[in-house]
Structure formats: C-alpha cells, structure tokens
C-alpha cells in the first residue's frame, strides 16, 4: 500500500509540473489571483472602490456597493507591448469596457478613457450604445468597429483578447478577430481626428500605461486576466 501511495503522490507531482511548466512556457502571467484585488487600485487613489467585489474567482462590479471611492480599475504596472486575455459577462442594459496605455495622471487626465484606447464591453441589444456604429462589444471604441460580432448574449461568458504590439493593434473575441489596426501611424492620427477624442489632448498617443476596467456604473464582471509581455 506504502508503495502504490508513494508511485500515486510522484505521479500528481509530476502533473502540477508539468502543467506549470506548460503554463511558464506560454508566458502569461495572471493579473488576477482569483482571491483578492492585489496588483490593482482604482484610478488616482491608493485602494480599490468597495464596488468592485472579489466572488468566487470573479472580480464583480456591483454598483449597488459602490461609494464616493468609485472609478476605473487599474493595474498596479504598466505595460507596452502585450498579449492581455480576460473573461468578461455583463447583466442586461450594461455598459463596461478594457482599457489599454492608460496614463495615470489624474492631474492632467480625469479618467482612463482620457488616455486609454478601448475594448468596448456591452450589452448590444439593451444599451442604447448597441445603436452606435463603433460602439458595440469587441469595437475599439469610437475608433474602428469590429469586423464581425461573435458575442455571446447577455449572462454568458465572453473571452476577450488584446494584442498590441510595437503599433500593431489586434482584439479578439471568442477566438475570433474582430479588430485589426496600426497605433501611432498616420492613419491612427486620422481615426482619433475622426472621433470624440479628437479634441482630447494626450488621447491614444502614449505606448506605454496601465490596463483597466472600467466602472461605468452598471454591472459587471471579469475572470481569467492573465497578460504576456511582448
């Protein structure tokens, strides 16, 4: 019995290594411990909003919770070129949002959309932004609109993915490419002057910033973040 015992613990170890080892060579790092809001604070302050609750492996908006404390939700650490992924599902009539190269100078830029380009987050049939050309979930926001919409409906779990690249800008969406464009060039120049941030000084120019989440005041939620640096 000792011996199968022992053949049985040296068989699971060997499982968790491996799948480590296979999780270590994908590179992704997981941005969210599953437990806590670690590696994150809301826009401009040092904590987290008493909104934004961890649940059973699920970072959840709950507007009811929220306070004077609320806002975006940032990560701790920048990023510049990266493959970010994330589960995110929203409750009927929500609108949320993935944000990228935020400058966290709330100073200068009141909120992260101040900065940062957008993955658009959104319940398409029960938003009034689901009657917005570019507004619609998978969409950079007000930038591109996506070339397909895989979405899945209201309640159910989406896997969202940006890659950003040395200027190279792609999202994904339930495995499929929605977006595919070029930051920094002239064209970038030209989707931002044909948009609402073309006034908005700093909007879409830095390569470097923080990711968020976005508290637009409806509920949300968001599991499996995990990033790789490129």
């Not at 590696?39 to 009811?64: A, C, F, M, Q, T």
């Not at 929203?90 to 909120?111: D, M, R, T, W």
């Not at 064209?187 to 990711?211: H, M, P, R, V, Y």
């Amino acid at each position: 019995m000792k011996t199968y015992a022992i053949s049985a613990i040296l068989v699971f170890t060997m499982i968790g290594f491996n799948s480590k080892a296979q999780s270590s060579k994908k590179g992704f790092t997981s941005l969210f411990d599953g437990k806590t809001t670690k590696g994150w604070h809301s826009y401009g302050k040092n904590s987290v909003g008493k909104g934004w609750r961890v649940e059973n492996g699920v970072i959840h908006l709950d507007p009811k919770a929220k306070q004077k404390d609320d806002g975006d939700l940032v990560t701790d650490k920048e990023y510049t070129n990266f493959h970010l992924k994330i589960d995110w599902k929203v409750a009927p009539k929500s609108n949320s949002g993935i944000l990228f190269h935020v400058n966290e100078n709330p100073e200068k830029y009141h909120q992260t959309y101040s900065t940062g380009p957008e993955m658009q987050v959104l319940d398409n049939e029960g938003h009034p932004d689901g009657k917005i050309t570019k507004h619609r979930a998978g969409d950079l926001y007000d930038l591109v609109k996506s070339s397909s919409e895989p979405v899945k409906p209201v309640g159910e779990w989406n896997t969202a993915e940006i890659i950003s690249n040395n200027g190279k800008l792609e999202f994904i969406l339930n495995g499929v490419k929605v977006v595919s464009t070029t930051q920094f060039d002239q064209n970038w120049k030209s989707l931002i002057a044909g948009s609402k941030f073309a006034k908005w000084d700093g909007f879409g120019t830095f390569k470097t910033g923080k990711i968020a989440l976005q508290d637009h005041g409806d509920e949300v939620w968001f599991r499996n973040i995990m990033i790789k640096e490129l």
